[in-house]
Structures are given as structure tokens and as C-alpha cells.
């Protein structure tokens, strides 16, 4: 006679803020999954709901205040996690009814919370996680967390006294869960940490063993070795450190893409003092081109904060001189905003509104026709798409190897009927606008 098992708890989740965040919410669904527990899309079903916040910028904690509120409003039983754990009391004055409340990264702590707030049944059937954990993004690309924390203490930012100083993974756990992404279907790797340059600094670039062979925690060893898996490697969050200098050559020999993200944030080097920014040196844009020696197609993103306290139009036109010689290919440029506990909440001299509006305008003008100049320049060529979305009618979007998910440009296909998510198809570039590319399967 067969025997009906208790079904277990469900648990929801909203997931707000970076890909680090994202991560973490992979994390804590693959340890509650493990324990048993299934997901629930919706607020309905849910015996109690996680909500993963983000704390950084003041317009990040109302958005997590407001999920919050919208999550006790449609189910009740809330959890709360995340970098706004940090601000346990802000949350309980204006939702005393919330579960529990724990801080960024502290797995155990939220998954225990969610086993005395819907506990398990006795007997509840556990189903098996996939090898690869759970993921919130789209199988064919995966964030891999190589650290946690920074060592770092820009003026602008409080992600140190949330997270903690760095903690670096050891390269053989990393690897070991990118080979296992890659099994499950993973075709792009994106390397994500707070300071990807500093990786293995904590562990004072220790060696491991990785398939006989000696791995040191460092993120060139680390570049190297992922590159052999098979998949896109990209790396986010580098700091142009001179060992930087030693991946650019893994990225000409093909292992893996000719991409860099470096929140370079400004130019001036006043302004970088004042960001107390690390890696902050004069030679940056003779390095760009150096790398660009080696690696003609390397493809650079940043960001840029204009309007930081204390910055002179002077500084202002330094940065955007700096854009014209440094031609990067993707720029995502921010007005500067008082983070709650920043620093550089007391440097004197803050800019007017209207300064930061009129300064924002002139540089997303400079970048979007130094993008639109650098695309124009690939019409007619032929580079390999990675598939985000087919309609199966022909319609494709994709991205190239210079584009990172969310945050760059997007390659959009015609007549490619035979295009699945995930694909990695060669295509001819027949027109570019400011931020994307347009082709046809080559
Ligand atoms: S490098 Fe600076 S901006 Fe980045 S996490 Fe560290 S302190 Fe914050």
C-alpha cells in the first residue's frame, strides 16, 4: 500500500540588487532545496517568502523597504536577508511583523530561520538538487562568486562594513563548481567579486591541487584554468593592478574573452584621491593601450560617477579628455548619490543637483558617440552571438564577446530560425546603432 508523504514547505523569493546578491540567492535556494523544501513562484502558495535586499545606495533600500511591504501585504510570513540586514531596527520600526531578519551571506542563518518559520514534516520526501545547485538565471550562463568582501575602503562606499574584509574561495572549489555549470549547460561564465583582482591576496595566492596539477589562488591561475572548461570566461570587478597585465595574453591565445570590466569611476586624480580608489595610478591609459597592443579586440566596460563632492569642472573635463584617449567600448556612468554611512558623505564641497544633471548629460553624450563610433567599425565583420532569446521564427537576440549580460549592448538577428538559447552562432554585423548590433547567421 503506498504510503502518502507529508508535502513539504514551500518557500518564495525575491531577489533584489547586484549579481552578488543574486548569487547568494542561488545559494540559500540550493541549501533550502537539499533540506527538502520546494520553491513557489508565486506570493499564494508560499508558507513563508524570502526577500534577498539590497542596501547600497538609499534608492536601493526604499526598493527593498517596498518589496518588503509587498511581500508582508500578499503573504504575511516574511523573511528578510541581504546587505540591509545590516539594518535590522530601520526594518522592524516600519514592519514589526517580519519573521527574521539576517545579513549578507549568512547562509545558515537564514536557512534556519526558514526551518523554524515552516518547518519540515518528519517524513517529507527530499528531492534531489541538480548537481550544478539551482540557478536564477537562464542555464546558459552562470555568476561565479570567487570571493567575498574587500579589503578596500572607497569614500563612496559602505560594501566593506557589510560584507567584511575579503575572503577569497579556494580555486579548486571554485573551479570544481564551474566544471559542474558547464556539465549542466552553462556556456558563459561570468567571474564576479567585489575586487577580482585581489582574489587569493587573504589566501596569500596559496597553491592547490586541481586535477593533479598545482593552482595558486590567484585570479591568473584562476582565468587560466576556467578558460580550459569549454565555456565564455568573463571577468567583472578587475582593478587595473599590474598583474592584470599577465591575463590580457590568456585573452589573445582565445581561452578566455577578450573582455574587461573595471569600475575605473573617474579619471582626475583629485577626485580618485578623494574616492580613496585603489589601483589609482597615472599610467592607466598607456596600460589600455598596451593591452590593446596585445589584444587588438579587447573589449573594455566601466563605470563613471560624476558629480562626487569636491569635483572642479576642471576635473569634470579631465574625465571626459581621458574617455576621448581611452575610447572604451561600454560606459555606464552614475550621478553621485550620498550612501547612508559613506565616508564621503563628509567631504566638503557637494555639487548642486543641477551640476550633477548638467555633468551626466555631457558625459552619456561622450560615451554614446564614442560606442556608436566603435560599433559602426564592426558592421561587416563576423563574430560568434551567444543566444539569450529565440522566438523560433527567425527573431534572435544575443550578445557578442563584448557584451556582458543586463549591463552592455545586444546583437539582434534576422532569419535565424534555427537559433536556440544558448547557441553560439557565427553572424555577420550588417548595421550598429549606439548601444547594439544587427545581423544576419553568417
Ligand atoms: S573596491 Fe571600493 S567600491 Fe568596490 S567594494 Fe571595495 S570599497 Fe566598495
New binding site residues.
Given amino acids: 500500500m503506498a504510503t502518502t508523504l507529508p508535502s513539504p514547505p514551500k518557500v518564495g523569493m525575491v531577489s533584489l540588487g547586484c549579481p552578488k546578491a543574486l548569487v547568494d540567492s542561488e545559494r540559500i535556494l540550493t541549501k533550502l532545496r537539499s533540506d527538502g523544501y520546494q520553491l513557489s513562484p508565486d506570493y499564494d502558495q508560499a508558507d513563508v517568502v524570502l526577500v534577498n535586499t539590497c542596501g547600497f545606495l538609499d534608492s536601493a533600500k526604499e526598493e527593498s523597504l517596498a518589496a518588503i511591504g509587498e511581500a508582508i501585504a500578499e503573504n504575511g510570513r516574511v523573511i528578510v536577508t541581504g546587505c540591509m540586514g545590516k539594518e535590522a531596527e530601520l526594518i522592524r520600526a516600519r514592519f514589526p511583523q517580519v519573521l527574521a531578519i539576517t545579513g549578507a551571506a549568512q547562509y545558515e542563518d537564514v536557512v534556519g530561520a526558514v526551518h523554524e518559520a515552516a518547518p519540515m514534516p518528519a517524513n517529507a520526501f527530499l528531492n534531489l538538487v541538480p548537481e550544478s545547485g539551482l540557478k536564477l538565471t537562464p542555464r546558459h550562463y552562470s555568476y561565479l562568486k570567487i570571493s567575498e568582501g ?1 579589503n ?3 569614500s ?2 559602505i ?2 562594513s557589510i560584507r567584511g574584509d575579503l575572503v577569497s574561495r579556494r580555486p579548486d572549489a571554485i573551479l570544481r563548481e564551474a566544471e559542474k555549470l558547464v556539465a549542466a549547460g552553462t556556456k558563459e561564465l561570468l567571474v564576479i567579486s ?2 577580482t583582482s585581489a582574489y587569493g591576496v587573504d589566501l596569500r595566492h596559496a597553491e592547490w591541487t586541481w586535477k593533479g596539477e598545482p593552482v595558486r589562488a590567484h585570479m591568473t591561475d584562476l582565468a587560466r584554468e576556467l578558460g580550459k572548461l569549454g565555456a565564455w570566461v568573463r571577468l567583472h570587478y578587475v ?1 587595473p593592478y599590474p598583474h592584470v597585465d599577465r591575463v590580457i595574453p590568456l585573452m589573445a591565445e582565445g581561452l578566455i574573452l577578450p573582455y574587461l570590466d573595471i ?1 575605473f569611476q573617474h579619471a582626475a586624480p583629485s577626485v580618485l584621491k578623494a574616492m580613496k ?2 589601483a589609482n595610478e597615472a599610467k592607466v591609459l598607456e596600460r589600455i593601450h598596451n593591452w590593446r597592443a596585445i589584444c587588438p579586440d579587447i573589449a573594455i566596460r566601466s563605470t563613471f560617477v560624476v558629480g562626487f563632492p569636491g569635483e572642479t569642472e576642471a576635473d569634470f573635463q579631465y574625465l571626459l579628455d581621458w574617455l576621448d584617449e581611452a575610447q572604451l567600448d561600454r560606459v555606464g556612468a552614475f550621478r553621485f548619490e550620498p550612501v547612508q554611512g559613506a565616508a564621503a558623505n563628509d567631504l566638503p564641497d557637494p555639487l548642486p543637483e543641477e551640476v550633477k544633471e548638467e555633468r551626466y548629460a555631457r558625459i552619456m553624450e561622450k560615451t554614446a558617440a564614442i560606442s556608436a563610433a566603435k560599433l559602426a567599425a564592426k558592421v561587416g565583420l563576423t563574430l560568434d552571438v551567444i543566444i539569450d532569446v529565440a522566438d523560433g521564427e527567425g527573431g534572435a537576440t544575443g550578445r557578442s564577446y563584448a557584451d556582458a549580460p543586463e549591463i552592455d549592448g545586444e546583437v539582434h538577428l534576422r532569419d535565424a530560425p534555427r537559433a536556440r538559447q544558448g547557441d553560439i552562432m557565427s553572424v555577420l554585423i550588417e548595421d550598429a546603432d549606439e548601444h547594439d548590433l544587427f545581423g544576419v547567421p553568417a
Wanted: hydrophobic share 15%; with cysteine.
Fill in positions: 574587500c578596500h575602503r572607497c563612496f562606499c560594501i566593506p567585489q575586487d582593478y569600475p580608489r585603489p
